[in-house]
């Protein structure tokens, strides 16, 4: 099982100048399932050039309505799907995403929608698919039916908070993570409404004890304030493994699977 960064930049800045890349990330043999979560600009280009297929995707999954988050979408569901032409794949978002709500989304369009299977997930719902189960979680952020995702196989979860401030509900829906990637956008004490900045995260680490945080989505004052000084802040005042993501990172996350010892280094 496989996790790739087919980005590590996130929030508005980030995004328009390119200072990091924005496709989202990809989780390839989770039960034998290839996911895309949050593919923003870049994310098809970023998938070639990282060595991944669009073609091979089971699934794409849109945690919330901003362009960071879903604008590669649709044309990644014409890739899942053979150019719309094979009844394949599944399609996974917010109630906004998918439907619209108020003057958020919808994201993707009518026709789009039309071929994949597409599963609407509010905070608290679940799909499963085979021994895979994904679960959608509290977020509080601009768009108010923003997820997170956790996916559970067996007994691994990976759990990704998407974008939201701190909330306590955060520390209770994703307490079983082994990995925890989050959405970090400013350093240090900097808190931007709705979203987390590095001492929040830090927070939600002492909280949930993930074998293995990842800071991700990083901000323009994140990225220029270096973020891997930032992880290892976090680091070191929790003793857990911490790393923030950089545009193309690969792990395998079979390293951090329950009965198996974690990876000193990577
Ligand atoms: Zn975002
Ligand atoms: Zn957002």
């Not at 990091?20 to 034998?32: A, E, S």
């Not at 906004?96 to 369009?109: A, Q, T």
Request: with cysteine; hydrophobic share 35%; net charge neutral.
């Amino acid at each position: 099982m496989k996790l790739t960064f087919l980005g590590s930049g996130g929030g508005r800045f980030a995004t328009r100048t390119q200072k990091r890349m924005t496709g989202g990330f990809r989780i390839d043999n989770i039960d034998g399932m290839n996911l895309h979560i949050d593919p923003g600009p870049g994310a098809l280009v970023r998938t070639y050039q990282f060595g991944l297929s669009p073609l091979k995707l089971n699934g794409v999954l849109v945690s919330h309505s901003h362009t960071d988050h879903y604008s590669d979408a649709e044309v990644l569901i014409e890739a899942m799907t053979r150019g719309m032409t094979r009844k394949k794949g599944f399609l996974i978002g917010s109630k906004s995403v998918i439907d619209g709500y108020k003057r958020w989304g919808p994201c993707i369009s009518q026709y789009h929608k039309s071929i994949p299977k597409v599963n609407v997930l509010d905070a608290g719902e679940s799909v499963k698919m085979g021994k895979l189960s994904i679960t959608a979680t509290t977020t509080k952020h601009g768009d108010p039916k923003a997820v997170g995702f956790k996916f559970k196989v067996d007994d691994f979860t990976i759990s990704y908070t998407s974008d939201t401030g701190y909330i306590p509900e955060l520390a209770k829906e994703h307490e079983d993570a082994d990995v925890l990637i989050a959405s970090v956008i400013r350093p240090g004490d900097d808190r931007l409404h709705g979203h987390l900045c590095t001492n929040d995260f830090a927070k939600l680490v002492e909280e949930i004890s993930p074998k293995l945080g990842i800071m991700t989505h990083l901000g323009m004052k994140l990225i220029m304030n270096n973020p891997d000084q930032e992880a290892e802040r976090v680091r070191n005042n929790t003793g857990k493994q911490i790393i923030a993501a950089y545009d193309g990172m690969k792990i395998d996350l079979d390293d951090f699977r329950p009965k198996q010892q974690t990876l000193d280094e990577f």
